[in-house]
């Protein structure tokens, strides 16, 4: 029986995986992504939730939602990396909690426009994994299997 929990968090468009700029982020849909997920946490132990949203105010919530359930994190703030101080602040919290915080992207965005290459999560994030595709998720989940406490 799994005893690790982690919810893994998607931001704004990846919900569009498989048609948002295929060249950029593949075929691969988000329900692809929840068998890869699935899959890669079953091998390890761990006891996943996927999630994807939107808005930025759910994301927050479910930031402090691991912080109360002590649930490791895998987020890809998507384009809330670049900006947003609120899922940040959330995300320190999560750090701060003594939970492993790893942030993903399914590109290299030092490799895109100038505006993706900075990260306000990264600071606060246990670990960054980005240009690995969706195989970045399974990396991810790795880390949190032998860096949970």
Same mark, same amino acid.
């Given at each position: 029986m799994s005893t690790t929990g982690v919810l893994v968090l998607n931001g704004p468009n990846l919900g569009r995986l498989g048609t948002r700029e295929p060249d950029v982020y593949g075929h691969a849909t988000h329900d692809? *992504? /929840?068998a *890869? /997920?699935?899959a890669a946490a079953e091998r390890l132990g761990l006891d996943p939730e996927v999630r994807q949203s939107d808005d930025e105010a759910d994301i927050v919530r479910w930031l +402090?939602?691991?912080v109360d359930t002590r649930r490791h994190v895998v987020i890809n703030p998507a384009a809330?990396? +670049?900006y947003s101080y609120a899922l940040r602040d959330a995300a320190a919290l999560v750090s701060g909690a003594g939970l492993v915080l790893v942030e993903v992207?399914?590109?290299n965005p030092h490799g895109r426009e100038a505006f993706r290459r900075h990260s306000v999560v990264s600071p606060v994030a246990t670990g960054v994994i980005a240009g690995f595709g969706l195989d970045g998720y399974r990396l991810a989940l790795d880390a949190v299997a032998r860096h949970a406490a």
């Open positions: 692809d *992504l /929840v *890869l /997920v699935a +402090h939602e691991a809330f990396t +670049h992207h399914i590109s």
